[in-house]
């Protein structure tokens, strides 16, 4: 209906219903959902004005329109939204950044206790995010932990510049910064948490991902190079410089990884202290000292 008219005013639930029946009848996974966010997002409606006033009339649905045709295409919901929440933050996205998953929240309550540890007992701590896309790990435990300050790596000047973005609309930017490097290349100082979430797929694993991975999280983000582990050796090698006494490493890994990133990590000085599980139950993360 709305393709034909879309300078006309819809009523609101009209549009929803509309979008709803596109997606679901394409086959979209969450189609109810997703219609829901898209119409709230491209119309500038909330869901309470969907429930109490559906005859709501709504100008200008070209966007709306604009966005279905892009999930109908393929396009996962929050690239067209533009926007993902992350441990109940809401993060920009851009070409080069990374969606954040929830998983990789496992890894942000995994360094929380030793953060607020080391800010209580020494009224600071230093967190170091390797590879940080949209921020999302560091700036998640700094909205967490009032006295942590980090600072966010990247190797993509877009990624760098929408981690800082994220940083300032969250209110953030006094304790964090981010820089342009190839992991430790431009890092200089010695932090109390080293921090990563690596791109860990083997390259050649990369053709056979989903579509909406494949086609839509940067190549960058994902490739770990041939056995998908080429990032944890350099931290495992290099790390050691950056970390402070007493200090932590916390690093996400593949759900088969755990016996080769430890053994690299042990053979580089590094015992392991804890692995744990993400909300699938597959190994997440990884946390390591320096005896
Ligand atoms: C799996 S993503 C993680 C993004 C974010 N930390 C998260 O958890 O959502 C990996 C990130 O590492 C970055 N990266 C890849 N190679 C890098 C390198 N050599 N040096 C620094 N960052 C790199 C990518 O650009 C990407 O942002």
New binding site residues.
């Given amino acids: 209906m709305w393709a034909t008219m879309p300078d006309a005013a819809h009523p609101l639930g009209a549009l929803l219903r509309e979008a709803r029946r596109r997606l679901s009848e394409a086959g979209v996974t969450d189609a109810a959902l997703d219609a829901r966010l898209l119409v709230e997002h491209f119309t500038g409606t909330t869901r309470s004005q969907a429930i109490t006033d559906p005859t709501l009339p709504v100008h200008g649905v070209e966007p709306l329109i604009a966005a279905v045709e892009r999930r109908l295409a393929g396009e996962p919901l929050h690239r067209i939204l533009g926007f993902r929440e992350?441990y109940g933050l809401k993060l920009e996205l851009s070409r080069?950044?990374?969606e954040?998953?929830p998983d990789?929240e496992t890894l942000v309550d995994a360094v929380l206790p030793f953060v607020r540890e080391v800010s209580e007992r020494r009224g600071a701590c230093r967190i170091l995010?390797?590879?940080?896309?949209?921020g999302?790990?560091l700036l998640a435990v700094l909205s967490a932990c009032p006295k942590a300050s980090g600072m966010g790596?990247?190797?993509?000047a877009d990624?760098v510049a929408t981690a800082t973005r994220n940083a300032d609309h969250l209110g953030l930017s006094n304790r964090f910064a981010a820089v342009q490097?190839?992991?430790f290349e431009e890092i200089s100082g010695r932090y109390d948490v080293i921090a990563s979430?690596?791109?860990?797929i083997p390259s050649q694993q990369i053709e056979g991902l989903q579509q909406e991975v494949r086609h839509f999280d940067?190549v960058?983000?994902?490739d770990g190079g041939a056995d998908g582990l080429d990032?944890y050796r350099i931290i495992g090698e290099q790390g050691p410089a950056y970390l402070a006494h007493g200090g932590l490493a916390a690093l996400?890994i593949g759900h088969d990884q755990k016996a080769d990133v430890t053994a690299i990590f042990s053979s580089c000085g590094w015992s392991l202290v804890e692995a744990l599980t993400d909300l699938g139950g597959n190994d997440r993360v990884l946390l390591f000292t320096r005896p």
């Fill in positions: 992350f080069e950044t990374l954040p998953r990789t995010d390797l590879g940080t896309g949209t999302a790990i790596v990247d190797i993509s990624a490097s190839d992991w979430n690596p791109p860990y940067p960058r983000a994902l990032p996400e």
